[in-house]
Structure formats: C-alpha cells, structure tokens
T-cell receptor
Framework: SQTIHQWPATLVQPVGSPLSLECTVE??????LYWYRQAAGRGLQLLFY??????ISSEVPQNLSASRPQDRQFILSSKKLLLSDSGFYLC?????????????FGPGTRLTVL | GQQVMQIPQYQHVQEGEDFTTYCNSS?????IQWYKQRPGGHPVFLIQ???SGEVKKQKRLTFQFGEAKKNSSLHITATQTTDVGTYFC???????????WGAGTKLIIKP
C-alpha cells in the first residue's frame, strides 16, 4: 500500500531563516506530487506540483521554491522566510487513472514564522 | 478562471441535526471529489462522483452530483461528534494534474 511521509511535523523558525520541508512517497511509482499551504481556518492553496523528476510547476509567485530530486521525493524550500509564510504545509500525491486524479495527503508540517 | 464555490463557510448544528454543504462550479466538471479534514489533521478522500445526477451514500453521508455536472452536495443525516471537521469539494482543473478546491465548509457541533 502507498504511504506518504512529511517531516518535520511542527517547525518554528525566525523571519529571514531558510526552510526545507521534505515529503516522500512509498509504494507507488511516478506519482504526481503537490505542495499546498493552508492558513489557519482557511482552504487549500496549491503552491507547486510535479509530474516527474525535475519537473516543477509553480502556481503562486512567492519566496518559496520546490524541487523533485528523485521520483518519490518532493522538497519545499525558502532562502528567507517571511511572517506570511506561516501555515500548515501539506504534501499530496496522486496517480491519474481514468481521468480522475484523487489526491492523498501527508500528515502536514505546521510552520510558525516569528 | 475556473472556480469552485462552496457554501456555507460554517455550519453550527446540534448533535443529531442534519448538515448540508453545497458546491458550484463555473464550468462543467468531469468528476467531483469530496474530502474531509478533521481538526488538526489532513484532508482525507471520501468519494468521487462521475455521472450526471449520480447519488452515492456512505452510511449517514449522501453525495449528489447535479444533472448539469456543475454542482454537488454533501448531506449528513443525524450528525455525530465524529463528523466534526471541514468538508471540501474539488474538481479537475484545466490540466488533469490539478484539482480546483472549494473553500470548505466547517461543521461545528454546538455544545
């Protein structure tokens, strides 16, 4: 069965510090991978998605970047965090079958920027 | 651009009362999906509807997809504390790789 891991679970970082969040998927090959951000009490904002190694699509211009160095690894980074980067970061994977693209989410990383 | 509108934003109910959330898309959808996010948790896939007019049930949850495939609803009968959370609908975006998400409806059980 497929499993998705994210770490760390929680993170408190000062403004201006760098960020690296990692997501890995097990039990599937060539998944589509996604990074979302969710502000407190709000909906899901798609940040990046990837359909293959080295292929990154950015949805929102910001100080964040994403990389996919391996098939089942997706990394979210920032060189300098802003206060507005606080939120709940969710990684998700999907495999397109029959036109449907159900997404499966990891446990998330709760980031607080102070 | 394509949008999925979801209402209401919040719904407060007494335990045992019913709950309904509605989604409307600006375009015809090939399918619509529903997810539940428990407080502090991550979204979990509930169901996918594909056919025009489709109705699916999961115990006390009833999901409907409109005839025009532009709207959908989730109805929970006799809510329980385990139903607390935020319910999201989502439909395919312009590319097959993206989902367009509703803003979610938060189900709150009154004490």
């Amino acid at each position: 069965s497929q499993t998705i891991h994210q770490w760390p679970a929680t993170l408190v970082q000062p403004v201006g510090s760098p960020l690296s969040l990692e997501c890995t998927v097990e039990g599937t090959s060539n998944p589509n991978l996604y990074w979302y951000r969710q502000a407190a009490g709000r909906g899901l904002q798609l940040l990046f998605y990837s359909v293959g190694i080295g292929q990154i699509s950015s949805e929102v211009p910001q100080n964040l970047s994403a990389s996919r160095p391996q098939d089942r690894q997706f990394i979210l980074s920032s060189k300098k965090l802003l206060l507005s980067d606080s939120g709940f970061y969710l990684c998700a994977w999907s495999v397109l079958r029959g036109g449907a693209d159900t997404q499966y989410f990891g446990p998330g990383t709760r980031l607080t920027v102070l | 651009g394509q949008q999925v509108m979801q209402i209401p934003q919040y719904q407060h109910v007494q335990e045992g009362e019913d709950f309904t959330t509605y989604c409307n898309s600006s375009t015809t959808l090939s399918n619509i999906q529903w997810y539940k996010q428990r407080p502090g948790g991550h979204p979990v896939f509930l169901i996918q509807l594909v056919k025009s007019g489709e109705v699916k049930k999961q115990k006390r949850l009833t999901f409907q997809f409109g005839e025009a495939k532009k709207n959908s609803s989730l109805h929970i009968t006799a809510t329980q504390t385990t139903d607390v959370g935020t319910y999201f609908c989502a439909g395919p975006g312009d590319s097959n790789y993206q989902l367009i998400w509703g803003a979610g409806t938060k189900l709150i059980i009154k004490p």
